[in-house]
């Protein structure tokens, strides 16, 4: 099947299986040990028991929903582990925009300061060639010293 589709086969053979198999225990005469191969352990008479049909087929159904659980489990836990990296790519992001955001703010207020700066040189710049204009028209007069 693709890779984007939610159910796969084993999901899909396990539902049939969980649902189905209470469904045969309404057929009269039907059991599923009938379609199952039986062995019987002849040597061992503790492990050898005699079940009824419906306990066979209990039984049966209590083991497969219990192999569906261990399944769903294990894909719980796959995906509780793509939770947690995911969780923890997004807070090392997090920690990385915030160190951004500092340097960036940083840089900005460097900025501002050399903007400050450069908009006192140029004001004395202004002052300075206002002098030099004024200076410039009138010229200097030249005082007689007191020695003379």
Not at 3 to 30: A, I, N, Q
Not at 74 to 79: G, H
Request: some cysteine.
């Amino acid at each position: 099947m693709s890779d984007k589709s939610e159910c796969d086969v084993v999901t899909l053979v396990g539902l049939v299986l969980v649902f189905s198999l209470p469904l045969t225990l309404l057929v009269p005469g039907f059991s599923v040990w009938d379609v199952v191969p039986k062995f019987r352990i002849s040597r061992f008479h503790v492990i050898s028991q005699y079940l009824t049909w419906p306990q066979l087929n209990t039984a049966v159904i209590v083991v497969l929903v219990v192999f569906f659980c261990l399944f769903l489990e294990i894909r719980k836990r796959k995906l509780d582990d793509m939770v947690e990296k995911v969780l923890t790519v997004s807070q090392a992001t997090d920690k990385t925009m915030e160190v951004e955001k500092d340097r960036q703010a940083a840089a900005v207020r460097v900025c501002v300061d050399l903007l400050d700066a450069s908009a006192e040189h140029y004001e004395h710049l202004v002052l300075f060639r206002d002098d030099l204009r004024r200076r410039k028209h009138q010229p200097p007069t030249i005082e007689p010293s007191s020695s003379m």
